[in-house]
């Protein structure tokens, strides 16, 4: 068989653990179980966007068909269209070729099989196996009982298969409203999973479907839905999250009593679960709606389209999840590591370029007035292939606020009154005198340069510790800089009572209106990462201008994942 497309990376990363599906992958192909056949899919509700739980699920299901040179299915949940929209199916799309992998010819939609799961439906009801209730929806759940009391049935349960098959055909035919009755399978109200107890399979909602239209007016409900589909599109491991456990009866039943070709294998794995941020869809949309951040591409979102923005890569997402791995428990990864493996990418693929986020000038008065010298600037101090570009130096500069101390700390090795430093790659220069406005404001430095330091070193032996990032004055361009933090200061701040959006962080946006950057940046194209020296990584946001590039930090230089030695 062919191998789902990924990009060359994807393809040639390391071969993933053994984790406890891929021993399941295993023995069913020692023993001849599926004729050796892997076939995977990945079934996303079209009711919001993907974000960073949802990229395990990808990279698992695709992966799983790559290492077993099978093939995986994209295929859409989309059977509730009060909620569902194109767009989020064209950004789910967009989502799943970002990180780097292909479904080729099989994509496909669950309203692909309307007409068959109604037919399906049907044959329950002919089998004494599915029956129309009347019943509201409160009663239904009143009905089932709890987990310590049993349901009782439904006094429109041992209604006749003629009755419900002429119920059920009037309920397609749009002659009853939202909520007048529901189909349900006929199984076991006194079943101790809950689930069990029988489930609503249809009901009624007269809403157009982004697909169908109005053809429908009764849609299925998921647990009957995905089972079937992924029978008819020959599946052969259903992977789904720990959460569809219980349900894993369900899905059985509903297989084992229906005419479907084959009877795929459901597997649960634990969810993914985030510091300092949440994966629930609900919630990521209250967040949208009411605003708090500013839309589902907002970059302290958790959504893959927001980690895009924010100038993440599909390679850190994909080592980021093998490093996480596949188990059954339940457990909270740190947000250290994804920005770990994220500076590990992009250590390797980032140019180095100079930005000052808040500009101090600093005039070193020996240098000639007018005088402009092309620095020579490697774009990556360890990849040659990678280029240089030229950086001009000029008497007056702009430098980092913070890299100056009027009254230097013990072990300040910046910029202080009679302190030389080495401005990176052009000359060492002391500074001489501070100016200051009149609130008392330090506005300007004065400093002197020794010529003979050019380059940034010097013949004599002497030792410089600091050295800064500077910009010329006359060449610098403007920029924004939107600097991101966690989205939460609570490390689970689903946790315990309360609203969620109390943990909201009020510092996870800060925007520095008045950066200056080198010439080079403005030829930066939008999305691409870049290091800016010594502040962090940092990606060309979409609302840049030709007037004023815009740039988001991706994420800071230190690494406190690493240096903790998780």
Not at 411 to 437: M, N, Q, S
Request: hydrophobic share 35%; with cysteine.
């Amino acid at each position: 068989m062919t191998a789902p497309n990924a990009d060359d990376s994807a393809k040639s990363a390391p071969a993933p653990a053994r984790d406890f599906i891929r021993q399941i992958v295993d023995e069913d192909n020692r023993t001849g179980k599926w004729g050796g056949r892997v076939h995977t899919r990945f079934p996303p509700e079209p009711n919001g966007y993907l974000h960073i739980g949802h990229a395990k699920s990808i990279c698992l299901n695709f992966g799983l068909a790559r290492d077993f040179g099978g093939l995986c299915n994209l295929r859409f949940d989309d059977t509730n269209p009060a909620k569902e929209e194109v767009e989020y199916v064209d950004a789910i799309k967009d989502d799943v070729r970002w990180l780097g992998f292909s479904w080729d010819d099989r994509m496909f939609y669950a309203s692909d099989y309307f007409e068959k799961l109604y037919a399906f439906a049907e044959q329950l009801i002919e089998k004494g196996l599915a029956y129309v209730d009347d019943l509201t929806q409160e009663e239904i759940r009143a009905y089932r009982g709890t987990l310590t009391e049993t349901g009782k049935n439904s006094p429109y349960r041992d209604r006749a298969p003629a009755e419900n098959l002429d119920l059920f055909r009037r309920m397609r035919a749009g002659e009853f409203p939202d909520g007048a009755k529901v189909l349900r399978a006929k199984i076991d109200m006194q079943s101790p999973n809950v689930v069990l107890r029988d489930p609503v399979i249809y009901r009624i909602k007269h809403v157009e479907h982004h697909r169908t239209g109005n053809t429908w007016c009764i849609y299925p409900m998921y647990d009957y839905t995905h089972c079937i589909s992924d029978a008819l599109e020959g599946i052969t491991h259903s992977i789904c999250s720990l959460e569809f456990e219980n349900n894993r009866p369900l899905y059985d039943w509903v297989l084992n009593n229906l005419p479907v070709p084959g009877h795929p294998q459901q597997i649960e794995f634990a969810r993914l679960n985030l510091s300092y941020t949440v994966l629930s869809k609900r919630k990521l949309i209250q967040l949208v709606t009411e605003k708090a951040v500013s839309g589902w591409d907002d970059p302290r979102l958790p959504t893959l389209s927001g980690i895009r923005r924010r100038g993440y890569t599909p390679e850190a997402m994909r080592d980021f999840c093998e490093r996480i791995g596949v188990s059954k428990a339940d457990s909270q990864v740190d947000m250290a590591l994804l920005e770990h493996c994220l500076r590990e990418d992009l250590n390797r693929r980032a140019k180095r370029l100079m930005a000052v986020l808040r500009p101090l000038k600093l005039v070193i008065e020996n240098y000639p007035e007018g005088k402009v010298e092309d620095i020579h600037f490697p774009y990556h101090p360890e990849d040659e292939s990678m280029g240089a570009r030229t950086v001009p130096f000029t008497r007056e500069l702009y430098v980092e606020r913070d890299d100056f101390m009027e009254t230097p700390a013990k072990k300040w090795f910046r910029l202080a009154p009679g302190a030389e430093v080495r401005l990176r790659h052009a000359y060492y220069v002391t500074c001489t005198e501070v100016i200051k406005d009149s609130a008392g404001e330090v506005v300007e430095l004065r400093c002197t340069h020794d010529p003979a330091t050019k380059g940034g070193w010097s013949d004599d032996g002497r030792k410089v510790k600091g050295t800064i990032h500077w910009v010329s004055a006359a060449h610098a361009l403007p920029a924004e800089v939107r600097l991101y933090d966690r989205l939460f200061t609570k490390e689970n701040p689903s946790e315990g009572k309360g609203d969620f959006k109390d943990w909201l962080n009020p510092d996870s946006l800060t925007v520095v209106a008045n950066a200056l950057i080198e010439p080079a940046l403005a030829d930066i194209a939008v999305g691409e990462n870049v290091q800016f020296e010594r502040l962090g990584y940092f990606c060309v946001d979409k609302d840049s201008t030709a007037a004023k590039r815009v740039f988001n930090r991706s994420v800071a230089l230190k690494d406190s994942w690493a240096k903790g030695g998780r």
